[in-house]
């Protein structure tokens, strides 16, 4: 039973349809927490829009209703942003039934998606007319383009390609008076003023709903090839990649580092994994090459890399994926990370960047730091070296911390240490993964002043009521 604003239920259920609006407790279950359990919201309602015009008539009676609006994609996001903080009454606008792939337009390279276009349906529909869209992450089935605009999400991608931020061209946006700003511009070039749609990129949502995003598209790739390499040391794998960049140029499609740690608990806890590599070396690579060109031979390319990677002594194992089929079985390991971690422990998942070359630094010094001060931590490494942003993964045995408060207690001392050494090491604390409810005192702690005015006045331009996902990234 919705208990809010007088009224409130039936003028939505006259927008989107009755069937549209959850208000019990059992329906709005699934959609009250985020996918590992850890925030749970409180919502009034749960709203289903279908087009961006039912998105702007919803979010004008929350405004003046004085109700919050939380969007929510396929909510499979890490730090607790897509899930009502309970700061205020607020309806969690969910946009999963907004899932059209709008136009595509080969010859401009360019692909226009709802909100709730599912990144799997996304990737298929550019492969059906010679194209991809690069962005790649382990919730490929699940994530959905609104929620991967609204915290620039990255993946194995981004060495080539970049984040979400290059990866958009134009944005469909309802502000928070319920205004539709079009921004679905196609163009590469645009220099007519501010570029507002960065704006809302990496916003999560608290300045105002994405509800289609115009996205780049590129050739699709004709030929690929995937090794997994064995090494001594993150300094290894580091000078790993400026070899192999030297080499192939920019075809070097991802490349990722895995700690025997983390290779262990896929293994173990994952479904029916299997590593070509036995697992005793300290760190290992994954790597793809792929181009274009269907006269470019990526298997004896990649052999050859290969070898002379041996020859220098940076690599002391490795295994090349002979087809698709071992090339997926290579990058199972890394797709299921995070359900793998879960059925292990409580997880806990850092999201830092620190530029590369601090990278030999950075990793030994937080392992450090987490296996003297948190009893039974296990540390685990794994992520884009490429890019600075290697995830730090402490798994907590679920014997010694049995209890919710116990985990996010020892959850709030791994961050402070990897967050601290980050930043000790001129980095970030959040790279791709946003700063959602989890980071916010965090932010404060860790960002200049300045930069925190700047985002204020920001939030306050485009949301004085405060009513866009509030206490997500900046304090309600």
Request: charged share 20%; proline share 4%.
């Amino acid at each position: 039973m919705m208990h809010g604003p007088a009224g409130l239920a039936g003028r939505l259920e006259r927008i989107v349809g009755g069937p549209r609006v959850l208000a019990s407790a059992e329906d709005m279950l699934a959609y009250q927490q985020d996918w590992r359990g850890r925030y749970t919201g409180a919502a009034l309602a749960v709203v289903m829009p279908g087009c961006a015009q039912e998105v702007s008539a919803v979010v004008k009676v929350c405004a003046e209703s004085n109700v919050a609006v939380v969007p929510q994609g396929g909510n499979t996001g890490l730090t607790g942003g897509a899930v009502a903080g309970g700061e205020r009454p607020a309806v969690l606008l969910n946009l999963s039934r907004m899932n059209r792939i709008r136009e595509i337009d080969a010859a401009n390279n360019s692909l226009t998606a709802e909100a709730g276009c599912i990144l799997a349906n996304v990737r298929e529909a550019a492969d059906a007319q010679q194209r991809q869209f690069p962005l790649l992450l382990g919730s490929v089935g699940s994530c959905e383009i609104g929620g991967l605009v609204s915290t620039n999400a990255g993946g194995t991608g981004v060495l080539r390609y970049g984040n979400m931020r290059e990866l958009v061209l134009g944005l469909e946006v309802v502000l928070p008076d319920g205004r539709i700003w079009n921004g679905l511009r196609a163009l590469r070039k645009d220099n007519a003023g501010y570029d507002l749609k960065q704006l809302f990129i990496g916003a999560e949502g608290t300045l105002g709903v994405v509800t289609a995003a115009v996205l780049k598209l590129f050739p699709r790739l004709s030929a690929s090839a995937t090794t997994m390499m064995a090494l001594s040391g993150v300094q290894q794998a580091v000078d790993l990649l400026r070899f192999m960049q030297e080499r192939t140029g920019n075809r070097i499609e991802a490349f990722e580092i895995l700690s025997r740690g983390q290779i262990d608990i896929v293994l173990e806890h994952g479904p029916g994994l299997q590593s070509p590599l036995a697992p005793d070396a300290p760190f290992y690579v994954l790597m793809e090459i792929a181009d274009s060109s269907p006269q470019w031979d990526a298997g004896a390319d990649l052999q050859n890399l290969v070898e002379a990677a041996f020859e220098r002594g940076l690599i002391s194992d490795a295994a090349l994926a002979t087809d698709i089929a071992k090339a997926e079985r290579i990058w199972a390991l890394r797709h299921n990370i995070s359900e793998s971690n879960r059925r292990a422990g409580f997880t806990v998942s850092n999201d830092t960047s620190v530029p590369v070359s601090r990278l030999p630094e950075f990793i030994p010094l937080v392992t450090e730091r987490i296996e003297q001060r948190i009893a039974g931590a296990a540390v685990c490494h794994a992520g884009h070296i490429g890019d600075g942003n290697i995830h730090v993964i402490a798994v907590l045995p679920r014997e010694v911390y049995t209890t919710a408060d116990q985990c996010e207690a020892a959850a709030a001392r791994v961050n402070l240490i990897v967050h601290e050494a980050s930043v000790e090491l001129g980095g970030s604390i959040s790279a791709e993964h946003g700063i959602g409810r989890m980071h916010v005192e965090r932010l404060e702690r860790f960002k200049p002043a300045i930069d925190l005015d700047m985002m204020r006045a920001v939030k306050a331009a485009f949301d004085p009521q405060g009513l866009m996902n509030p206490g997500k990234i900046l304090r309600s």
